[in-house]
């Protein structure tokens, strides 16, 4: 096992060294440099009885009663409904919102609307006294142009 440039394998060989006795560990160099060194850390076979403590079977269950059962039926119903309240309550206040929404679109539209027919009558009004007083003015010139042939 090569520990060099891997500080992982360093703490793993830490929790072996700890379990392991002196006696089953071998250790090799392999190669010494200046810029560091590599070992071969060899363990021995682990003792038939320093196997670990796992239960051969699972453990075995709790007996559950038919109230506790029900009981926990009854609490996934209880947040079933929760939850669909919590989905109907975010429905109705996205709609509502969007109610909201076109309402003030349709506001800030008549408004528009207003304002464009407003200035649109405030032109009209304009270009017909524009039309009046050029009219009045050609009849004027008119008139002159007449008299002078009388």
């Known amino acids: ?16 060294l700890k379990m392991a006795s002196a ?38 269950k709790k007996d559950v009663s038919l109230e506790e059962i029900q009981r926990k039926l009854d609490a996934a119903e209880e947040r079933r409904k929760n939850h669909e309240a919590e989905v109907l309550k975010h429905l ?11 309402q003030k679109a349709m506001e800030e539209n008549n408004n528009f609307s207003k304002m464009a ?18 009219m009045a003015a050609m009849n004027e010139k008119f008139k002159e142009k007449v008299c002078e042939f009388c």
């Open 23 to 60: 006696e089953d560990i071998q250790v090799k160099e392999l190669d010494k440099r200046a810029s560091g060194q590599a070992f071969e850390v060899i363990l021995g076979a682990p003792a038939p009885d320093s196997k670990g403590e796992f239960p051969l079977s699972p453990p075995k």
């Open 117 to 134: 027919e407003e200035k649109l009558q405030l032109k009209m009004e304009a270009n017909k006294e524009n039309r009046t007083a050029l």
């Open 1 to 16: 096992m090569d520990t060099t440039g891997c500080w992982l394998w360093y703490f793993d060989l830490q929790d072996s």
């Open 92 to 102: 109705a206040e996205k709609r509502e919102h969007e109610k909201e929404v076109l």
